[in-house]
């Protein structure tokens, strides 16, 4: 059975080896450890996993890595957007086939200024492609990167014509407000802001997790802000986790990341990127690990 769509998912960073080739098993353990923090699931091939720098056949293998290491299939969310209906169909359905509990389905990202109808046909086709193997989909809002979102009149007409299928959203718009409306306009659906920066406000207005790339880093922070949101002791903690995510969002989310994750696991390896992405200098990682929000944040870790 599928695991519902609630709590901490993280888009778990990808580790790739000196030349360039992903290094499955070191992802794999980075997986688990983000599980062992309080993880629900793991939000793999997402943006902050460099994705779209993997070929169709290194993100089947990444997700099929997971199983053999011993991750449960409920425990993924494999993002599978692409630009290639029939692209996102076959990870899609590879997804299904494995048992994941559903997918992370970018918009189709490359051409700009398309209608809300070529955006809904792009879902209709893949939906009806899948068939009977279509696996849940959260659909994937992140304006600034693909320049293709989902309005609100999109999300009703496609949550009306797959009610069993498009189940959720997560927002990375970075507009608190329209997190905010899309709960609101649609209270059963699982919304998912794509940063904690305004957890608190929206777990309050019903949202039901969060899928934030520093997560990576503070999966236990996290965690802990969304068992108690509701608790006196909220906003302090929300405080903290804003800390953490400005300080490595100034030096870019994913080299940010990666650099925190390099110093922790003690592994230089854990710093390298795809092109066209770079991996930090010298200069800005010492500006990042000696940050107090990061300093804390690497200690308590080691405690």
Same mark, same amino acid.
């Given at each position: 059975?599928?695991?519902?769509?609630?709590?901490?998912?993280?888009?778990?960073?990808?580790?790739?080896?000196?030349?360039?080739?992903?290094?499955?098993?070191?992802?794999?353990?980075?997986?688990?450890?983000?599980?062992?923090?309080?993880?629900?699931?793991?939000?793999?091939?997402?943006?902050?996993?460099?994705?779209?720098?993997?070929?169709?056949?290194e993100?089947?293998?990444?997700?099929?890595?997971?199983?053999?290491?011993?991750?449960?299939?409920?425990r993924?969310?494999?993002?599978?957007?692409?630009?290639?209906?029939?692209?996102?169909?076959?990870?899609?359905?590879?997804?299904?086939?494995?048992?994941?509990?559903g997918?992370?389905?970018?918009?189709?990202?490359?051409?700009?200024?398309?209608?809300?109808?070529?955006?809904?046909?792009?879902?209709?086709?893949?939906?009806?492609?899948?068939?009977?193997?279509?696996?849940?989909?959260?659909?994937?809002?992140?304006?600034?990167?693909?320049?293709?979102?989902?309005?609100?009149?999109?999300?009703?007409?496609?949550?009306?014509a797959?009610?069993?299928? $498009?189940? @959720?959203? !997560?927002?990375s718009?970075? %507009?608190?407000? =329209?997190?905010? &409306?899309?709960?609101?306009?649609? *209270?059963?659906?699982?919304?998912?802001?794509?940063?904690e920066?305004?957890?608190?406000?929206?777990?309050?207005?019903?949202?039901?997790?969060?899928?934030?790339?520093?997560?990576?880093?503070?999966?236990?922070?996290?965690?802990?802000?969304?068992?108690?949101?509701?608790?006196?002791?909220?906003?302090?903690?929300?405080?903290?986790?804003?800390?953490?995510?400005?300080?490595?969002?100034?030096?870019?989310? $994913?080299? @940010?990341? !990666?650099?925190?994750?390099? %110093?922790?696991? =003690?592994?230089? &390896?854990?710093?390298?990127?795809? *092109?066209?992405?770079?991996?930090?200098?010298?200069?800005?990682t010492?500006?990042?690990?000696?940050?107090?929000?990061?300093?804390?944040?690497?200690?308590?870790?080691?405690?």
């Open positions: 059975m599928a695991r519902a769509f609630a709590g901490l998912w993280p888009p778990v960073c990808t580790a790739f080896a000196d030349d360039g080739s992903v290094d499955n098993k070191r992802t794999v353990r980075h997986s688990k450890a983000l599980l062992a923090d309080g993880a629900e699931g793991l939000a793999i091939l997402g943006t902050t996993s460099e994705a779209n720098s993997l070929s169709l056949d993100r089947r293998k990444l997700i099929d890595a997971h199983l053999e290491g011993g991750i449960e299939a409920d993924l969310m494999p993002g599978t957007g692409a630009c290639a209906v029939d692209d996102v169909v076959a990870l899609s359905k590879h997804a299904y086939e494995i048992g994941a509990s997918v992370l389905m970018l918009p189709p990202f490359y051409y700009k200024k398309v209608p809300d109808d070529g955006v809904y046909t792009f879902y209709a086709r893949v939906i009806d492609k899948l068939g009977a193997k279509a696996p849940p989909i959260m659909l994937y809002h992140i304006p600034p990167m693909a320049a293709v979102g989902f309005s609100l009149e999109l999300i009703g007409r496609l949550t009306e797959y009610p069993e299928i $498009i189940l @959720g959203m !997560k927002d718009s970075g %507009d608190a407000e =329209n997190t905010l &409306a899309v709960i609101k306009a649609f *209270p059963k659906f699982a919304v998912f802001p794509g940063a920066l305004y957890l608190v406000r929206a777990m309050k207005a019903g949202g039901r997790g969060c899928i934030s790339a520093t997560a990576n880093v503070n999966a236990a922070g996290i965690s802990n802000l969304l068992k108690k949101w509701q608790s006196p002791e909220a906003d302090a903690l929300q405080e903290e986790l804003n800390l953490v995510r400005k300080a490595v969002e100034a030096r870019g989310n $994913i080299p @940010g990341c !990666k650099a925190i994750l390099a %110093d922790r696991y =003690n592994d230089k &390896a854990w710093n390298n990127v795809r *092109p066209p992405l770079v991996s930090l200098a010298e200069k800005p010492a500006e990042l690990l000696a940050d107090p929000a990061i300093r804390k944040l690497q200690e308590s870790v080691a405690a």
